[in-house]
Nanobody
Framework: QVQLVESGGGLVQPGGSLRLSCAAS????????MAWFRQPPGKERELIAA????????NYADSVKGRFTISRDNEKYMLYLQMTSLKPEDTAVYYC??????????????WGQGTQVTVSS
């Protein structure tokens, strides 16, 4: 009964910025690490950012480090991804989900619909 709803995607030119949001309905949201994933066209879904339940720690894939910032608001059950200096290579469908260190991407049984981010001039 977990519901994950991503939003905020769209078309943006290279160098632009975009802020993605993820609304989570799970009761365990506030005590569970969360993450953002993305799936470029024709490629596998990949983990790009994760954050602990209390925002004490955040980690990023090298491909987005220094450009993307993950954050959360536990009171509002929301997860965010602030993206800056966007590149065409960032074009993908972006998903949020719970994060478990023992999980690989294909271990997840459920995903939201994702939100499309297209970076093009």
């Amino acid at each position: 009964q977990v519901q994950l709803v991503e939003s905020g995607g769209g078309l943006v030119q290279p160098g632009g910025s975009l802020r993605l949001s993820c609304a989570a309905s799970a009761r365990t949201f506030s005590t569970t690490s969360m993450a953002w994933f993305r799936q470029p066209p024709g490629k596998e879904r990949e983990l790009i950012a994760a954050i602990t339940w209390n925002s004490n720690r955040a980690n990023y894939a090298d491909s987005v480090k220094g450009r993307f910032t993950i954050s959360r608001d536990n009171e509002k059950y929301m997860l965010y991804l602030q993206m800056t200096s966007l590149k065409p290579e960032d074009t993908a469908v972006y998903y949020c989900n719970f994060y478990y260190t023992s999980y690989q991407v294909d271990d997840y049984d459920s995903w939201g619909q994702g939100t499309q981010v297209t970076v093009s001039s």
